[in-house]
């Protein structure tokens, strides 16, 4: 692992002069750093949901197995349906799912049949229950205006014997593990979850449940990075509070480098931040204090540790939650799966104005809604200031204001980036 792509697009020789960087030069010095998880465990079929898969599925068998009926009704041969008017076939017995019917099905023949039963020799077409009339125990009349061929499913048709189902690298979904159900996988090859390690760092902090003294704040931001990371499919290890204190802070960083692939802390990277966090992270490995030129969550440190990524987060709170989902997930999700982290983005009519200044990307916290004729609209919600996180809380997504955005009018396009395509 090397660290030469940080600040490559920046002067950084005195890592105490912070560069300022735009978003996307940000993330992508952060993502050249970041080398994917290759080590596999194979986990049973319930606990690999989520998780990234590390092996080529291959088909063992045809899905359906066998041609079957996809309508109740009655099997016969395509050939032998009525060219006009009708004709009565014989009713020679019945398939049903579980039992099928094991004997051939000869012309002017036909055989009673169940959704999903095997299709009995010598027939290839399902007349519907309902498009048929039985005459008697033994006679069942059909009309013409049938299709030969219809109502059948195909061995094969959904996954043929053979063919790679799903490809390494991608995260196993609901559907995906009914997949590899149906194929009669137990267990799969998934790629280790990354481990995450995070604490909180400020004099003023204090853990819920003490007193709080004059000027002094619960840490909030441990909780919400609990949040995201538990959404973020990890392995966690809560640090707590640590203080600004040399050897707490060094003990903290040690420890937690030891355990995980990667280390977020908020707090104490501001430009000008008189806190010991900053010293001890530069004796501590490779770092670069950058700022942003992003609106909120300007400062922000990247690094190494002796074993792991570094993110040290601003303190605000919105900040914490802005960098977190902009700079942390994209890394984590590569981390994961050795894939580019895409989240769903949205066009939607604004319904306000919104003052921005160029030059900055600003992620603002709007709410978005759907309107009854499909289209988008999106309203700022009140306070925007990086200590309100109830914006974070009202708001249900991002509008996304780049750098060259000179404000949006009342009525004009903006894209969003809804809070629960972030995981
Ligand atoms: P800092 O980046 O350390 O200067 O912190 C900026 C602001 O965020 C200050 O008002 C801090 O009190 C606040 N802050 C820092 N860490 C936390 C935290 N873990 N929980 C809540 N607020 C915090
Ligand atoms: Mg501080």
Redesign the pocket.
Known sequence: MTSQAIGSSVSCADPEAPSTLTVAAAREAILANITPIRTNLRLPLRDALNAVLAQEVISPFDVPGHTNSAMDGFAMAGSDLPQQEYRDFKLIGTAVAGAPFNQSCGKGECVRIMTGAPMPEGTDTVVMQEQSLPINESQVRIAQGQRPGQNVRQAGEDIAQGSVVLNPGRRLTPADLGILASLGFAEVSVRRRPRVAFF???D??RSIGEPLGTGE??????YSLYGMLQRADVELLDLGVVKDDPDALREAFDSADEAADIVVT?????VG?A?YTKEILQQLGDMRFWKIAMKPGR?LAFGRLGNSHFFGL????VAVMVTFYQFVLPALHYLATGTPYQPTTLLAESVRDIRKRAGRFEFARGFLQQREDGSFSVDPVGRQGS?ILTSMSRGNCFILLSEDCEGVKDGDKVIVQPFSALM
């Open positions: 909180s760092t400020g003023e902090l704040v619960y840490d909030s931001n441990r908020s707090g104490g990277v501001s931040e806190d400062p601003p303190g605000n709170p200590g």
